[in-house]
Each structure stands twice: as C-alpha cells, then as structure tokens.
C-alpha cells in the first residue's frame, strides 16, 4: 500500500516539474486526442462497471464467510490472495473508477484548448494570407505598368530619354492610393462586419500638412486639417510620441476632463457616435522624421484595444515600408521633374 502511493506521489511530482516539456510533447504527438477516443470508448465504460461489480462483491465477501469459502473455492488461490488483501484491491479499484472521469475532463480540456489554438492559427492563417494576397495586388499594379511602359518604349524607334522612362513608370501618388485600398481591404477581412475607413494624412516640417487619399472613395474625412493641428488630436499626439495610438472608445475620449492624457477631439464627428480610431506614424527612410500617418477608424467602440497592439504592429509594417518607399520615389520624382 505504501509502496504504490510512494510511486504515485512520484509520479505525480514528475509530472509537475517537466508538465509542460511532457504536455507539448503529448499534444504534437496527437497522445491527447488517441487517449480521449479511448476514454469515451465502450472499452472503458465497460471496465468501469467490472471495477464497480468486483468492488461490491469483494466487500460482500469480506462480510459474508459463505460467500468468501465461495469465492475461494471458485478462484483458488487467486480468490484467498484477493480476500487477504480485499481491503487494498477495493482502495485501487475506487482510485482506479475515480480517475477515468478527472482523466476524460482533463484529455478534454486539452483537446479544447487544441482546438482553440487550432482555430487561432487558422485565422492567423487567413489574415496573413490575405495580407500577401493585397500586397501582390499592389505589385500586380506596377508590373503592368512597367510592361505597357516597355512595350510602348520598344515600339518607337527613338530610345527614350532615363528622365522620360522613370517620369512614365514612377506613379506613386497611384501607389499610394492602391496600397491604403489595400490595407482597407485586409482589415476588413479581419473585421468583416465593422464600418472602416482608412485615411492617409502627410506630414511636413512636424506638422501636419493634407489628406493625401482615403477608402473607400465615398469616406471623405469630415474634419479639416486645421483642426487636426490641436495637440489633443490623435493626429498630433502621434507625431509628438512618434508611436502608435489606440483609442478604443471615442466617445469616452471626449468626454474626458483632463487635457494632459486627452488622445482624441471631437472635430466634425457626431459626438453620438462611438468609433475606435488607431493612428500610426511613418517615418522617413533617411531622416526617421514623420512623413505620414495612417488612420484607421471603425464605427463601433472597443473593437480594437491596446491588447491588439503587437498584432497591429505586425500588420502595418508591410504597408509602413511600402507607403515609405513610394514617399522617396514621390520626392525623387518632384525633385527630376523640376
């Protein structure tokens, strides 16, 4: 008796100190999944009710001298080494019964939590394949220009001045425009029941200067750039912290009373309305100087929260370098074209 809850206690403590070497093991090698089928088998089930029959029968004998000459005289030697030690077999036996329901709600909780993860990386899946798949729109784009360009430039017979090839294939105001469509294409994929704008303001000197473009076409930013310039804006506490901003409640951001942590102004927006907003920086390839600022805006609160700040990050840094790049063949192209 001893000798088994020594191994038990050992095994339990095992268990303790390698549970999660021993539990991603388990779950890569699908041991979770095998073992819950078979707990919910009529294998198991069928065990369980031997486990509870033999339980009582051994205790009757145990209290019933007839029926112990019986039971010895039917399994011998078997049947006395069972009855002497009756009181340690009915103890495992209830240990044993005891263990198959905590056994099946922990395998089941696993697999729960498999599927869970399951299903995280499947939606991780999507939303990075539809980032590849925006992206390559925007690559789509160029490439065709380039190919009319060159197709146009080989059929005439003079070559082309350098100046008049780059004016012709360089189009990054087109660019520009075709990657925030993009980038309001693969958030709305992610949140495909929200109402979202994405706008995209330039930024000289520090300060904010236009809307360069937006999408969808028919979600022209209702407050002026002037407004913007307040330094409660989002806008301008970006460019002030040189980071991104989330705030999750619009609504709530204006009703605040202190001006020092304020992360948003009301501008021309219906004070009725509650929308998030999430603001983020673009810096310059040489000067690390804020060039742009994306905004996203979605029409209902709280649907974007700080806890979605590692996964927004990782999301915009294949637009950040992209609207990046353009800006530089945007200034390289006013600066020939000059």
């Known amino acids: ?104 709600s922990f395998v089941s909780e696993r697999c729960n939590d498999l599927e869970s993860k399951f299903k995280q990386l499947t939606v991780q899946y999507d939303i990075s394949l539809k980032v590849l798949e925006q992206l390559e729109k925007v690559v789509v784009q160029k490439r065709q220009r380039f190919a009319q360009a060159s197709s146009e430039f080989r059929s005439t017979p003079q070559t082309p001045k350098h100046k008049t090839v780059f004016e012709r294939i360089t189009q990054p105001d087109n660019q520009i425009q075709i990657l925030i469509e993009s980038l309001h294409d693969c958030i709305k994929s992610i949140y495909p029941n929200e109402y979202i704008k994405v706008a995209l303001v330039s930024v000289k000197n520090h300060c904010l200067h236009d809307w360069v473009c937006h999408s969808p076409y028919d979600t022209k930013p209702r407050t002026k750039i002037d407004q913007l310039k307040d330094p409660k804006s989002t806008f ?84 950040i370098s992209r609207l990046a790049l353009e800006h530089s063949l945007k200034e390289l192209k006013e600066h020939i074209s000059k």
């Open 1 to 104: 008796m001893l000798y088994f809850i020594t191994i038990l206690a050992i095994l339990l403590l095992l268990l303790i100190i390698f549970r999660r070497k021993i539990d991603n093991y388990l779950l890569k090698s699908e041991f979770y999944e095998g073992l819950q089928k078979l707990l919910r088998s009529n294998l198991i089930k069928g065990i369980s009710i031997i486990l509870a029959a033999s339980n009582a029968y051994i205790l009757l004998c145990l209290g019933n001298d007839d029926r112990a000459k019986e039971f010895k005289s039917i399994f011998g030697k078997l049947g006395v080494f069972i009855l002497d030690n009756g009181g340690i077999f009915v103890f495992i036996s209830i240990i044993v019964a005891g263990i198959f329901p905590w056994l099946n």
């Open 236 to 319: 301008s506490r970006v460019i002030a912290l040189r980071k991104m901003i989330i705030v999750p409640d619009t609504k709530t951001e204006i009703q605040k009373q202190s001006t020092d942590d304020i992360m948003y102004i009301k501008g021309n927006t219906d004070p009725t309305e509650s929308w998030c907003q999430v603001c983020i920086p673009i810096h310059s390839i040489n000067n690390n100087e804020t060039i742009f600022i994306i905004s996203i805006a979605i029409k209902r609160a709280n649907v974007v929260t700080l806890e979605n700040e590692k996964f927004l990050e990782w999301l915009f840094k294949f637009f």
